[in-house]
Nanobody, 129 residues
Framework: QVQLVESGGGLVQAGGSLRLSCAGS????????MGWFRQAPGKEREFVAH????????LYADSVKGRFITSRDNGKNTMYLQMSSLKPEDTAVYYC??????????????????????WGQGTQVTVSS
């Protein structure tokens, strides 16, 4: 099991940047592939990015490709989402999550929220126009 806590959200103008962090508790953080999701008001939660256990593999939603970069530091039990060229449509609550380990063993990089077992509480990102 792993507990996750996001931080770094806030209010930023369009075109600006933010870096989100996701801190994991315990010694098991490095055993999990991780993901970022977001949920805007009135919309379903959507996939943003995925990173493998070692950080060697990443996957991005088309809507953020080229603007967002995810990385992790397993020595610090922390994952990051560097967001640049932010747009008003990026406004949402951002969540980090740990992928189901069976999926990871199968080599799956899930883009569905159902593929993740543990979630943080979320951090609000608001992009003003």
């Amino acid at each position: 099991q792993v507990q996750l806590v996001e931080s770094g959200g806030g209010l930023v103008q369009a075109g600006g940047s933010l870096r989100l962090s996701c801190a994991g508790s315990g010694r098991t953080f490095s055993l999990y592939d991780m993901g970022w999701f977001r949920q805007a008001p009135g919309k379903e939660r959507e996939f943003v990015a995925h990173i493998s256990r070692t950080g060697a593999r990443t996957l991005y939603a088309d809507s953020v490709k080229g603007r967002f970069i995810t990385s992790r530091d397993n020595g610090k039990n922390t994952m990051y989402l560097q967001m640049s060229s932010l747009k008003p449509e990026d406004t949402a609550v951002y969540y980090c999550a740990a992928q189901n380990q069976r999926l990871s063993e199968m080599g799956v990089s899930s883009t569905r929220s159902a593929g993740y077992d543990y979630w943080g509480q979320g951090t609000q990102v608001t992009v003003s126009s």
